[in-house]
């Protein structure tokens, strides 16, 4: 007499609550691997940060003081087809741009046109003088019949790694018109912000390269004497300048350049200047195109002027945390920083 084996499955109740248990071990481990990811994005983040504020040591050790935090020039003149009154004066080329040589991209420095970073120079807004220009009808973009008449150089696409916070994905986002663009211009003069911004379209705007880092003008720039940063137009700042010791002043922080979600502004490398802190450290909410801010949990970071990076909490909005901001920001205050007043 033969055996005859039986093969036994799985019952359908059984597959069930083995299919149920399989859904709660995912969802207890996304979040873990949510928050190892955005600890890994942080880390780099931090080491960007790193990167940039030692470059702009090593730019002071070859020309004797930090590059401008936004360059204008009143010889610029603008030869390309941009309406009169359109765009005033240029270069306008950013603090980032100067630091290309020390972060390893000298390639993409060396494309650009050296009269880009000259003090005195004749050329025109980087973003509007080099052909082919945006001269069409319509772009099937508002403002309805409105080209954008940029021409810049393609170079200025080139994504930088270096100079993006891999939490934020400035690179990739699709930023709506007409409320928002892609800003090629952002520096403090005096007590005022400059911006200029082009529309979001195709060839025209849309590919520039993204940028989440800018240099620290302090309060206002030099509109407040007391709490002016290294970084402003036209500035040049030398490290022995910076009184309040290199260790106790901001070089470098995030930022969106604009809303949190949804998102109306983002930033490009090449016009990345100086950004004030007159109005605080807000939470994600209250994030604007003229605050510091990141898309981490809690923190905005900053680059020091001595190469260190340290996490300020959000909401530093008013009360000493607000003050202690302000004075972190000032290259010469002369104030005393609490820094348990920023990260506790």
């Known amino acids: 007499m033969r055996n005859r084996l039986r093969r036994r499955g799985f019952t359908l109740i059984e597959l ?3 299919i149920a248990i399989i859904a709660i071990l995912i969802g207890l481990l996304l979040p873990a691997v949510q928050k190892v990811r955005e ?7 931090a080491n960007n940060l ?3 504020s030692l470059a702009a040591h090593n730019y002071e050790s070859s020309y004797g003081m930090l590059p401008p935090g936004g360059l204008v020039s009143p010889n610029s003149v603008n030869s390309g087809v941009a309406p009169a009154g359109w765009v005033q004066g240029g270069p306008y080329t950013g603090l980032l741009a100067f630091l290309l040589p020390y972060v390893e991209q000298e ?4 494309q650009l046109d050296p009269r880009y970073f000259r003090f005195d120079t004749t050329i025109g807004a980087w973003a509007y003088n080099t052909g082919p220009y945006d001269t069409q009808v319509s772009n099937g973009y508002p403002p309805a019949g409105g080209p954008n008449y940029t021409g810049y150089p393609r170079v200025c696409d080139s994504r930088i790694k270096t100079y993006v916070c891999p939490s934020d ?5 699709n930023i709506p018109a007409p409320t928002g663009g892609v800003i090629d211009a952002y520096f403090v003069v005096g007590t005022t912000i400059w911006i200029d911004y082009v529309w979001d379209w195709p060839n025209f705007g849309h590919e520039l390269g993204a940028a989440n880092y800018i240099g620290n003008a302090g309060r206002i ?4 004497p007391t709490y002016t940063g290294p970084y402003y137009q036209n500035s040049r700042t030398r490290m022995t300048d910076i009184t309040d010791g290199t260790s106790n002043t901001i070089a470098f922080g995030e930022t969106l350049a604009g809303t949190f979600t949804p998102r109306n502004f983002r930033l490009s490398w090449m ?3 100086s950004m004030p802190t007159a109005w605080g450290l807000p ?3 209250d994030a604007r195109w003229y605050t510091f801010s990141s898309r981490h949990t809690g923190i905005v970071q900053f680059g020091f002027c001595d190469g260190s990076v340290r996490a300020v909490r959000k909401g530093a909005t008013s009360g000493t945390t607000f003050n202690a901001f302000i004075y972190v920001s000032g290259a010469r205050d002369g104030q005393i920083v609490d820094f348990q007043q920023l990260t506790n």
């Open 16 to 18: 069930l609550v083995v």
């Open 39 to 45: 600890a890994a994005a942080r880390m780099t983040c």
């Open 50 to 52: 790193k990167q940039v």
């Open 107 to 110: 390639n993409i420095y060396r």
């Open 169 to 173: 994905s400035a690179q990739d986002q």
């Open 221 to 224: 720039g030099l509109g407040d």
């Open 271 to 273: 016009g990345s200047g």
């Open 283 to 285: 939470n994600d909410a």
